[in-house]
């Protein structure tokens, strides 16, 4: 942990603080709608900003030692069960944690991400896997013009406008073999993204996990 609070190109503890607080503060000004921080909107939905954030902390999302990430993480997993895949894509993959985690369930896994720094770490962070590989793109509109037999979407839909959401959706659609699977994992009190998956895909599984930290949810679509 000390490693993620010592300075970093110059840049203070505080500094990191700020810019996570402000990635907090996007996910309420975009997913709850509060007043008064539409900059702060602005500010936090392009690759710049990420991009700035992963200098500042190499794991600004605490997705390496939090327990409460990787119980989240285990139960994802866990709701593969032994299937296999041939083509998995893990949407917005930061800086590769999931990547590693569905190593074992395909044939090859490709991991998408908007930042150039997050994918900088994601390559480091995977490096001694063979089957993993990455491709910088927006989830929001990315055309790989590939497709796949599985997609994972951890905690990161519900960063994007109903707009993006939509947009993001199609471009899923797209990019689906015959009878692919979506696999999403976030906060169990963001209906709205819920709703939009529900209406766009086949519901299997629902899993609701009440952890004592915060509660989430993993749900399984026939996309």
Known sequence: MQA???????????????MRLLALLYY??????????????????NEKQFDRLYRLDPDPFNVKASDY?????????????????????DVGCGTGGMLRALADHGREIVGIDFSA?????????ASDLANVRLIKADLRSFNLGEKFDLFVCSEVLYYLTEDELASAISSLRSHANAGAELISIMRADDRAVLAHLESSFTLIEKRICEDRLRPYIITRYRV
């Open 117 to 125: 720094e997050a994918l900088r770490r994601a390559s480091k962070n």
């Open 28 to 45: 309420h000004a975009v997913r709850r709608k509060l007043p008064g921080i539409r900059r702060t909107v602005e500010r936090f939905s």
């Open 4 to 18: 993620a609070f010592s300075k970093v190109e110059g840049d203070t503890i505080q500094e990191i603080f700020r």
């Open 69 to 89: 990430e990787l119980r989240k993480r285990d139960q994802l997993i866990s709701m593969l069960g032994t299937r296999r895949y041939d083509r998995i894509l």
